[in-house]
């Protein structure tokens, strides 16, 4: 305290940050959970398909949760235990589903299956509906998994070799090994992923809007009741009501993630390779690695290939055309990549400043703001949007229609990430480098421009690069915000598949992967390989 | 000693319940090379943070000159500081390292180079302007960080136990040289160490801490030799204690008996009486020993080698005397091979040390 007042420059910064953390995150939310009156909350309990779609959001919830960390905890095994080839590979195929589109397994899951489907209607002959919830399942499991998969291989990295070693010579078997070393030690870093993936789940609204059908979702039936008959109130109820089992699954992974993982009791990492599985087990691993590979090329490839198809299901022709309009005719794509930009680098900036002031400032109510930076993660990409449209609707601050009221959702949806990385960053820089900047006459704040920033470079790099894949590729928080004016090709996708241009919409999606590519390649290439984006 | 430079009354600091430093008081003279010496936890560290300014104190004043510091913060204070890490800016070559002070001072660039480049001729870094702290050996990091420091021409110079990552010979060299500078600059410096042999070379006041508390403020001499408590005389080099009662005081000579034995020693100006109990310190290298009995000694022990070990300059024996165990060093062992068996101790009066009757037991480890 003593220290703010002598540095009012420092104060004040302190001060803006809680400003707009709370005009931002709070302040929306807040907006939301006070909207509906008692009336609206009965009248959700007396709609049944509401209450149906509550059910089955939080049914989803649990099934694609379990199998998308049983993917992914067996993909990481196999990259982390086994020595199958081609692991390169395999981890760049993980990298996929989360730097594309929500929906975009969902369009290559319509190439295949749905009415004119590949597989379906060309291969069988056939035009079952696949639309529904078993569909839904199959398609978050792929795009889910890859989060649960960077968790756990972290995990398993962890683990010192010498205590399998130990275990070993202490005459137990590979799978004795397995199930009495490192699975218990695995097991908080399974429970983290699950919950981390739950919350996705939950929240996930593109391949709902795509895949589901008549299968009712909270996220869904939020945005219907906005779309359909802009009936705002039915909307917050539903998107508060998802809130709740999100925020629960977000506390609970936090409390985890709080307590000390076994893993660091053995002290300094090791350099021991990890020890020899047995061939069958090595075996099975290179097949199901091989056939997720497959699933996720596929996916790719099907998509890759819609988008220089004429008409898929109809005229196979290839064609340029709907590149042609993505890049040339259509502003969206333009749009998407300026606003993330500029919301990434914002957020980068502010969010490494809102982890140095946490982790090395001490004012009243600092756990408050810890809280305010990382609740987004929390918050339904749904809930956040809506919350966004009641909050800036009048001045004054009345910022709907405009481009800013998008770049600020983006900036300060995707600040969690930005901020862990920046406190992971901070914690790893010993606290005499900047002592000494302040025995030499720094400030505060100029320790943070001068020391601070650079070292900070590749939490730097992790956070903007995350931002703006998630800004680049986020439906659900935008949907609410865009006007003609200043659309999005997100949004511009859902549009087009509502058109059913499918293989214009597959262009756009494929445009969206390659620019969120081309950043993060840009970026790795930039901090020399080091920065620790989308991998584990 | 000159007049006081850096003047801690009466300061305390605690974090949460544990007290780090406990109402020290203590005046640093101008000039001088003052060291805080401990063992871990002692409380060292944290008085040095405090002077740096990065910690406040709970209570008490801190002054440098005339001017009370408590409220300034630490990047206006002008206390360069070595830190034990050395904190070299990683992202920063050894010229914007040490730059980087003057800079933010607003010194013109040309001026700052002058200065910069000066001091690392002054430390024997020139050349090294462009390289990075990690493509550094430890002791050139050592000295960047002195320079670092040295530059900004402070008020005090705090080091923060800056040799204890240099390997054991570079140690004994730098320290040297620290001294050296130190003393050609003239510069009041506070040094933290818990190497108590670091201490007793490089300082001229040496500051023992304990508990947070200092327990003997003095120059090296006056601290081996003079110890007031059983904690300083055992945590200052190795030292035989002895109790006893006093059965004979006299002018020149006092008697104790020690476990039914007369000890002789030097009254060192105290106001004992017959009957006060005492402890007496003795230094092992105060003692004589010899495999034949001496004659004309005012103290003669005689015990049986149980142990020795052979340390090069020196030869250590531990040795039985009716129980007890005498610490003894031999200086010169080039004369004659390792004694074993039966020997003899010899004690000089004037080197046995009295620690005050009333400490006695206090503080004892």
């Known amino acids: 305290m003593k220290k703010l007042r002598r540095e009012p420059l420092l104060l004040a910064t302190i001060l803006i940050v809680a400003a707009s953390l709370f005009l931002f995150v709070v302040y929306p939310a807040l907006r939301v959970l006070l909207y509906p009156d008692m009336a609206a909350y009965r009248d959700y309990l007396g709609n049944s398909r509401w209450v149906a779609a509550t059910w089955n959001s939080l049914v989803m919830a649990v099934l694609s949760t379990i199998t998308a960390t049983a993917v992914g905890f067996l993909y990481a095994y196999a990259l982390v235990y086994t020595d199958i080839r081609g692991k390169g590979l395999l981890r760049t195929l993980a990298i996929l589903p989360m730097i594309s589109p929500p929906f975009m397994v969902a369009i290559s899951y319509i190439f295949l299956f749905g009415g004119r489907g590949l597989i379906t209607y060309h291969l069988f002959g056939q035009t079952v509906n696949l639309y529904g919830w078993r569909g839904l399942w199959a398609v978050q499991t792929i795009a889910f998994f890859p989060y649960a998969y960077q968790i756990i291989a972290g995990v398993l990295m962890g683990i010192n070799p010498s205590l399998e070693y130990a275990a070993r010579n202490l005459g137990a078997g590979a799978w004795r090994v397995f199930r009495t070393v490192t699975l218990p030690l695995a097991r908080p870093g399974i429970l983290n992923a699950a919950l981390v993936i739950a919350v996705y789940v939950l929240a996930d609204f593109g391949n709902p809007i795509l895949i589901a059908g008549n299968f009712p979702l909270l996220p869904t039936e939020a945005y219907l009741q906005i779309s359909g008959w802009f009936n705002l109130k039915s909307a917050a109820v539903l998107s508060s009501i998802l809130l709740a089992p999100a925020l629960g699954f977000f506390l609970l992974q936090r409390r985890l993630e709080g307590r000390r993982s076994y893993v660091t009791v053995t002290g300094k990492g090791s350099s021991l390779t990890k020890p020899p599985q047995p061939k069958l087990v090595s075996a099975f691993f290179a097949v199901f690695c091989g056939l997720v590979a497959a699933i996720i090329v596929a996916v790719y490839g099907i998509l890759i290939a819609g988008a220089f198809t004429q008409t898929w299901g109809v005229r196979w022709t290839p064609t340029l055309r709907h590149w042609e309009y993505v890049i040339f005719r259509s502003k969206e794509l333009f749009n998407s990549i300026q606003f993330s930009l500029v919301a990434a680098l914002t957020c980068a900036v502010f969010s490494l400043l809102v982890a140095y002031i946490v982790s090395r400032q001490e004012f009243p109510g600092k756990r408050a703001l810890d809280f305010c930076a990382v609740l987004p993660a929390a918050i339904p990409g749904v809930f956040y949007g809506i919350g966004f449209i009641m909050a800036f609707n009048k001045p004054p601050l009345a910022l709907t229609g405009t481009a800013a009221i998008i770049v600020l959702s983006m900036i300060f949806w995707n600040i969690p990430t930005g901020y862990r990385a920046g406190i992971a960053g901070l914690a790893q820089i010993d606290k005499s480098i900047e002592e000494a900047a302040s025995n030499l006459g720094a400030s505060s704040l100029h320790t943070f421009k001068d020391i601070l920033l650079p070292l900070l470079r590749l939490p730097f790099v992790t956070a903007f690069v995350t931002a703006f894949v998630r800004a680049i590729t986020t439906l659900s928080v935008v949907i609410f915000l865009v006007t003609p004016g200043n659309n999005l090709a997100t949004v511009l996708i859902l549009g087009l598949i509502d058109y059913a241009e499918w293989s214009r919409a597959a262009a756009m999606t494929t445009a969206l992967i390659v620019s969120a590519f081309v950043v993060l390649g840009l970026a790795q290439l930039a901090t020399g390989r080091k920065a620790a984006i989308f991998r584990a | ?365």
């Not at chain 2, 007049?3 to 640093?28: C, M, Q, S, W, Y």
């Not at chain 2, 010496?37 to 002077?51: E, F, Q």
């Not at chain 2, 060299?173 to 190497?195: A, C, G």
Request: proline share 6%.
């Open chain 2, 1 to 365: 000693m000159s007049e006081p430079h850096v003047r801690l009354v009466n300061i305390t600091k605690r974090f949460g319940n544990t007290v780090a430093v406990d109402n020290v008081t203590l005046d640093v003279a101008r000039g001088s090379f003052t060291t805080l010496l401990g063992p871990s936890g002692c409380g060292k560290t944290t008085a040095l943070r405090m002077i740096a300014g990065f910690h406040d104190p709970d209570t008490g004043d801190i002054f440098i000159g005339e001017r009370r510091v408590n409220e300034v913060p630490s990047h206006q204070r002008n206390t360069a500081m070595v830190f034990q890490e050395y904190a070299l800016f990683p992202h920063m070559s050894v010229f914007e390292n040490v730059a980087y002070g003057l800079t933010i001072r607003g010194l013109p660039r040309p001026q700052v180079a002058q200065k910069v480049r000066a001091t690392l001729k002054f430390l024997a870094l020139e050349g090294l302007d462009d390289r990075s702290p990690h493509q550094l050996s430890g002791g050139q990091q050592q000295r960047v960080a002195l320079a670092r420091a040295l530059v900004m021409e402070p008020e005090v110079l705090l080091l923060d136990e800056p040799l204890s990552n240099l390997d054991a010979k570079l140690r004994v060299s730098v320290r040297t040289e620290m001294t050296q500078i130190q003393r050609s600059l003239k510069l009041t410096t506070i040094y933290v160490t818990h190497d108590q042999e670091e201490a007793l070379a490089m300082s001229d006041a040496i500051a023992v801490m304990h508990q947070g508390r200092v327990v003997r403020f003095g120059t090296p001499w006056e601290v081996y030799y003079r110890p007031r408590d059983r904690f300083v005389a055992d945590f200052v080099g190795l030292v035989n204690f002895v109790e006893g009662r006093l059965v004979e005081v006299g002018p020149q000579v006092l008697v104790a008996d020690v476990a039914g034995r007369p000890l002789r020693f030097a009254p060192e100006g105290l106001a004992l009486r017959p009957g006060d109990d005492v402890l007496l310190s003795i230094r092992p290298e105060c003692i004589g020993i010899s495999p034949a009995a001496p004659s004309g000694a005012a103290n003669v022990l005689h015990g049986q080698v149980a142990a020795s070990q052979f340390l090069g300059r020196l030869v250590r024996y531990w040795v039985a005397v009716d129980g007890t165990t005498w610490v003894v060093d031999e200086p010169d062992p080039s004369t004659y091979s390792l004694l074993s068996g039966e020997v003899y101790l010899t004690i000089e009066p004037g080197k046995v040390h009295v620690i005050a009757e009333e400490n006695k037991g206090e503080g004892g480890r």
